[in-house]
């Protein structure tokens, strides 16, 4: 079964699907118009099979049977008339590939290429399988057509055969093509279009790896640079591979004598800035005097603008400074790039000099200028400046685009000012401009963010209405505000829609629908969520974890919270700081014994801020905690033999003076002393009670509470 590819080439096989004006400024180039005259291969090229009279029949045959009407050669291949004579039929059987190479080399009675194309097309097509062509056959076609100067046909006929060929083939191809390459006594040879072809014909099928060898196969066999087809590659590398790829490839054509230009250069740079690579871009820049090349305007705009994206505007306006000093003027795109990077990064002062700046050069600011000044003062709540340079823009004569409006109806949203938003967006249709899903997804955050579920809901049914498919921002937008609102069932419900519509919701998402259900004392249903979430492969942080686990120790459910936690920790998410304080509190309220060992010594093992401290005090106060604060003594220490006598003994000590020191004020500030105080501490502690260690030998079993240490010990 042939590929989608090889069909698609089959069929514009000799339809000339290139077209002649693509060809005639190359052609009018690179050759002289000669005669027609085709020459043969070489006899080094020829094989020994020649059949004068076979060749002879065949060639009278094709005559009678494919009838050729007037056609322009450079357009278009003449319908055949398929009249199926018996002498061609006949023939047929007996034929082989080396009788089609030399009916095409020799054409004895001197055929039409148009007949010799279209008996090709014949023999190409599935209803006569009997006679099987060979490549070399295709490339002798396609030179014999370059050399008739019908070069889309030849270039039909070169995609048809890399279409079926495929990948990797590059160097069979080629070599087919030097076997095939004709030689003219009277004039120098017209071969050089068959081998840029390839290169061409690879390109346009996505096989860049092909066309690179395609183009080195040229250069090591001393063809000439194929200029054309290494700009189509360069631009389809520049489109689809990576940008070093891309550069490596521009500076071996370079080398090979391709002649430089600064457009090139400047594509290459706003390739790397464009994914964030400025350094390279900056390398090229730099290597342009190299070729004898001399930056314009637009090199340096690309890099500033680059700059201006990373974050290093300090670059940027160096950049500018340089650009001045060689002579180059700034223009509305330094300005706009530079005022937007100032814009995003809050230099709003900054991005106001430099449009001062550029007013005072007499540059007329874009409508994107004014857009990028306004979207700062916007996100930066400053919305009656924003709204002066909307008056500006006004005056200017420029019409706000969507992407104005857009920007001016989220500052107002952001602002809470949903009254002025609404205006804006009645201005906006009065314009002649239609709400798209930035201006419905914008409303309806700002709605939700205002508690006004309401109108959010109904901007997203004018939404659907108008044939807006609702996106992730939208969704999460609207479960947001209805998680915020209490109305969890509500947006449990558009979480289904999300899932529904093809929209993956984010571990965000699937968190405020679960701290939802917890808030509202569902803690069933958030555990649900949760499950949901990892059979779709999603992988729940420590934030998702801790808001079900408030859940549960706010309920009292702690022997679901210790299960949650030993979840947690076999799936390898680390316990944080509001984990922790999360447990304490419900082991406080509550009163149920939870491993905390598990939590301390995979985690903290300190009390970590006067969150715990309150939680732990309170938990000492009702004497619940005992084991939980000798483990906390143990985790922080890890230095204390591991319960040995000595250290089981330390850690029951303390453990017992917990209710005197927890109802001391002054304990709060020591808890904050830190682990190399603690420490120093408890090692002269743990030296004392090592080297009496004999005066304790007598104690035996657990000591739980204050009572049994006196019990034991007094």
Known sequence: ?????????????????????????????????????????????????????????????????????????????????????HSLLKLLPSLTPHHIIDLINLNPHNLPPFSLLSFLNYLSSSSHPTVRLSPLTYCTMAHSLSSHLMFPHAQSLLNFLVSRKGNNSASSLFHSLLRSRPRSPSSPPRSAFVFEALIVAYTDFGLLPDAIQSFRLSKKHNLPIPFRACRHLLDRMLKTSSPEAASEFHKEILDSGYPPSVYSFNLLMHRFCKVGKTKNAQILFDGMAEWGLAPTAVSFNTLISGYCRAGDLEEALRLKGVMEERGVCPDVFTFTGLISGMCKESRLDDANQLFQEMRDRDLAPSDVTFTALIDGHCKNGRIPFALDIYQQMLRAGLGPDLVTYNTLINGHCRAGDLKSARKLVGEMIVMGLKPDKITYTTLIDGCCREGDIESALKYGQQMVGEGIEFDHVAFTALISGLCREGQIVDAERTLREMLKAGIEPDNATYTMVIDGFCKKGDSRMGMKILKEMQRDGHKPGVVTYNALMNGFCKQGQMKNAGMLLDAMLNVGVVPDDITYNILLEGQRKHGNSINFDKLIRNEKGVVQDYASYTALRGLHSKHLGLSLFCSLVAGAFPGMPNWSAPGMLLARLIGSLAPFLASLDWLVPLVFLGLDYW???????????TEHEDLFLVYRGPCVTAEDFDRNFG
């Not at 698609?8 to 096989?13: H, I, T």
């Not at 060639?59 to 049977?65: D, M, N, V």
């Open 1 to 85: 079964m042939s590929s989608p590819m090889a069909s698609r080439a089959s069929a514009s096989l000799g339809a000339g699907a290139l077209s002649h004006n693509n060809f005639k400024s190359w052609c009018s180039t690179n050759f002289v118009f000669y005669t027609t005259w085709y020459g043969p291969p070489s006899p080094a090229h020829q094989h020994q099979e020649e059949d004068p009279a076979t060749l002879s029949a065949l060639s009278e045959a094709i005559k009678t049977s494919f009838s050729v009407a007037e056609a322009d050669p450079l357009l278009a291949l003449p319908s055949p008339s398929y009249s199926h004579s």
């Open 679 to 689: 420490s120093n501490l408890v090692a002269r502690l743990r030296d004392w009670f």
